[in-house]
């Protein structure tokens, strides 16, 4: 009997695992031009961690965590409470008052798998710690969006406040009496949250749920002076990025520790799963964990659904493994010295490949074409006597003789460079 990954457990494998570092290169290089750091946390944390910073009435900590009951530990469901178990346990901002983190790496969450939505998924999770201004919050929204921007995706931007513990409680006690009114048409999920985590019947999926709320009262509407004030301002900054944007009074985010700016990235292209990112901002966590008053914002993306999303591009935009160049050598005696010519070329920093089965050049040169090689050297007995390959371009099939003389660190770096120059 065969052994299969578990479900919701996904192999990633190599033809995929292409688009996968496309994007986390692409990530990196955008996170860091923000002046970004990467942070490495562990998969497990104690339970409690979780439970405090994301809230003991959400979905997440009441049905979708993978705990283990008797060791008091679980595998991470996301990567903002774990960043900033880190941040405090280490002292980060004695060292920097300002911390700007990213990761990268897999969470764990107990749902029904579907497409775009796995028990083990990977994200991107950027967080800037310490900083208050309006600006920051649309800086890190711009940093989201130019990375899906220079991916080639098409995404829109809802944007709305959750408050803070000042305006919130009074507008939770007018949408409880008005969920009360309406309770009966409600699914059983939300009739429980109107008493547990009211916010959140307001992003229930369910069409009958969302009907009954279209007339909710709205928190843009119920927000204090200082986070109306900082709502605009973020808005206003935005604008001055020329970053689109739509207002969404509906959008509340699965996890309590939200406050102010939220935002979500969604696309129309994965059906009913349209988020590809989402974040906002959490000013009281750190110090709900056991750390200083500190503020911070964050967001995180979907690995799995931006490879969707890639996937569904045209073959000709798909990003693709390369080679630099394959190595035909032909014939037993050619097989030791392309050998060391291969292993010279990867010092110097080329992509080379090579294969000693001894099969015919025909063969080869297929065995090129699917590695995606963009240079064949062809060596074989003759050639090798006479100390003359034949470099062939496999785009266009041209060739040209390359001189098979001096040391293998010789020829080695005068190939390079001239791959280099071909290249350009």
Request: contains cysteine; proline residues 5%.
């Amino acid at each position: 009997m065969k052994i299969q990954a578990i479900n919701g457990f996904k192999d990633i494998l190599p033809d995929t695992a292409v688009r996968w570092r496309h994007i986390e290169q692409r990530a990196r290089d955008i996170f860091e031009r923000f002046g970004m750091r990467e942070i490495r946390t562990p998969i497990m944390e104690k339970t409690e961690l979780f439970v405090r910073s994301i809230g003991e009435a959400t979905d997440v900590v009441e049905k979708e965590m993978y705990t283990f009951i008797d060791k008091g530990i679980t595998m991470r469901p996301e990567a903002t409470a774990s960043i900033m178990r880190a941040f405090i346990e280490h002292g980060l901002h004695v060292q920097q008052p300002i911390q700007r983190l990213y990761a990268i790496g897999p969470m764990f969450r107990h749902e029904r798998p579907q497409k775009g939505r796995l028990r083990q998924f990977h994200q991107l999770d950027a967080e800037i710690i310490g900083a208050v201004e309006p600006r920051v919050d649309a800086e890190l929204i711009a940093m989201g969006q130019m990375l899906l921007d220079e991916l080639g995706l098409s995404v829109s931007l809802e944007l709305n406040s959750l408050g803070c513990p000042i305006c919130r409680p009074p507008f939770k006690q007018r949408l409880v009496a008005f969920l009360e009114q309406t309770s009966e048409g409600l699914c059983e999920d939300c009739k429980r949250r109107t008493q547990t985590n009211p916010l959140r019947v307001l992003d229930c999926k369910k069409p009958t749920c969302r009907a009954l709320v279209k007339d909710a009262p709205s928190l843009l509407d119920a927000l204090c002076p200082d986070c109306d004030r900082h709502f605009q301002e973020v808005q206003g900054a935005l604008q001055g990025l020329e970053i689109p944007f739509r207002l969404n009074p509906f959008m509340v985010r699965g996890l309590d520790y939200y406050t102010r700016t939220t935002f979500e990235f969604l696309t129309t292209d994965l059906g009913a799963q349209a988020a590809v990112g989402a974040g906002g901002r959490y000013d009281g966590l750190i110090e709900e964990l056991g750390g200083p008053p500190l503020s911070g914002i964050g967001f995180a993306m979907g690995l799995e659904r931006i490879a969707l999303l890639l996937e569904q591009r045209p073959e000709g935009e798909q990003p693709t493994d390369t080679t630099d160049i394959f190595i035909a050598a032909l014939g037993q005696a050619t097989l030791a010295p392309c050998s060391q010519l291969a292993h010279g070329l990867r010092k110097q920093g080329i992509r080379v490949g090579i294969d000693y089965s001894g099969r015919g050049l025909k063969a080869l040169l297929k065995q090129a074409a699917r590695i995606n090689a963009r240079f064949t050297l062809i060596v074989g007995d003759d050639e090798w006597a006479s100390q003359q390959g034949i470099l062939r371009n496999m785009t266009t099939q041209e060739q040209q003789p390359v001189a098979l003389v001096g040391t293998t660190d010789e020829l080695s770096r005068r190939l390079a460079e001239h791959l280099q120059v071909l290249r350009h």
